[in-house]
Structures are given as C-alpha cells and as structure tokens.
C-alpha cells in the first residue's frame, strides 16, 4: 500500500510559468511534509518542508500548500526556469523515529 | 563541510554474487538510513542505523542487511543477487538532534546481469 501518492509522474512546463505537483497521505499521524529535487546523477536534496500546524510555506519562488482535512500538500514553483528541471518527490513521516515514506516522484521539464 | 559518500558508484555484478556498499555520513551525524530507488518504485526504505544498532527496517527479503560502526559510517550487503535489485543505492545521514533532515549521498548505481 503505497503511503504517500504523488502526481502527476510528468510534467511540462514553459519557462515563466507555474509548476504544480500534488500529493495525498492516508496516515494522520504523519507530522512532517518534505520535498526533494533530484537532479541525474546525484542523490535527493531537501528543497522545503512543512508541518501541519501551517497551511502555507515560501521559500523563494517554491511555496508548499497544506490541507489537513483533505490531507493532501502540493509544491508550487514560481516562475519556473530549465534549471528547475528534475525529479520531485514528496515525502512524509510520522513523530518520532521513523523513516521518511517517499511517493513515486514527478519528472519536470521547463521548456524554453 | 564534507556532504555524504558513498562508495563505489557504479558496480556490475552477476546473478547469484554478494555485493557490499559503504557510506560515510556528514561528520557528527549519528543516524545512518539506506533507500532503494528503482523507476517503477521510487525510493523504498531499506533500513535505518542509529549509534551501531539497527533502529528501523523496511519490507525487505533478508538478503538485505547491513550495519554501521562506530564511527558512523554504514555498510550494506546484498547476498545472492538477483536481476531486480538492480538499482541505485542512497544513503542518508541525520543528526541526532534534527533527525528530520535527511542529506542523501550521490548513491550507488548497482546492476545485476
């Protein structure tokens, strides 16, 4: 059962536009939301995180979007440029010691 | 400060070998977790090691196992190799105190033939 699923797998956006990856969770007790960018070659990097104490989080042109009744989170990207082009995944992980559960990821292209 | 390495980066080996792959957390992380990362799958947790001792693991045959020392650095060993864990490796260490963040090494791209 997969904990965490995330679409859409591919997306194409122009450069200057709005990149929107969406994610939805069935476990409550998850309490931390994270993003990853991957680009070839290199492992994920942590770009932002949110806890569900907040509906909102910006950090420069990426903003995460919370909705805990619906129990989903999206990752917008503002302004989207080629160098934005990578693999995102979100994640999510329950208090405590446990490991972070990923979803499938979502392939990004911007075009010129 | 020196990111998290992981060595070797690629291996090739044939059904039925063993393979072992080494990580070296960021200096002062204590927290040592190991993930699968396959197209179809995504990235699927293998194991968590926390000062030596095996802390969290994932829905894995047994073939998979690993272990860490004590200066943090972590080993995991695949024995009898099959086709399907072709894959690439990562590894990713935390701090004890801020064990939410996870930095992920460059992994290790391995391939079963």
């Known amino acids: 059962q997969q904990q965490v699923k995330q679409s859409p797998q591919s997306l194409i956006v122009q450069k200057g536009g709005i990149s929107i990856i969406n994610c939805a969770y069935e476990?409550?007790?998850?309490?931390?939301f994270p993003w990853y960018q991957q680009f070839p070659g290199k492992g994920p990097a942590l770009l932002i995180a949110i806890r569900p104490d907040v509906s909102e989080k910006k950090e420069g042109r990426f903003t995460i979007s919370f909705n805990k009744s619906a129990k989903q989170f999206s990752l917008h990207i503002m302004d989207s440029q080629p160098g934005d082009s990578a693999t995102y995944f979100c994640?999510?992980?329950?208090?405590?010691?446990?490991?972070?559960?990923f979803g499938k990821g979502t392939r990004l292209s911007v075009i010129a | 400060k020196a990111g998290v390495t992981q060595t070797p980066r690629y291996l090739i080996k044939t059904r039925g070998q063993q393979v072992t792959l080494s990580c070296s957390p960021i200096?002062?992380?204590?927290?040592v977790s190991w993930y699968q990362q396959t197209p179809g799958q995504g990235l699927q947790f293998l194991f968590e090691y926390f000062s030596e001792t095996q802390r969290n693991k994932g829905n894995f045959p047994g073939r998979f196992s690993g272990r860490q020392f004590s200066n943090s650095r972590s080993e995991m060993n695949v024995s009898t190799l099959e086709l399907g864990d072709s894959a690439l490796y990562l590894c990713a260490s935390s701090s004890s105190r801020a064990s939410y963040g996870y930095t992920f090494g460059s992994g290790t791209r391995l391939t079963v033939v």
């Open positions: 476990n409550t007790a998850f309490d931390y």
């Open positions: 994640a999510a992980r329950r208090e405590g010691n446990t490991p972070l559960v």
């Open positions: 200096s002062g992380h204590r927290s």
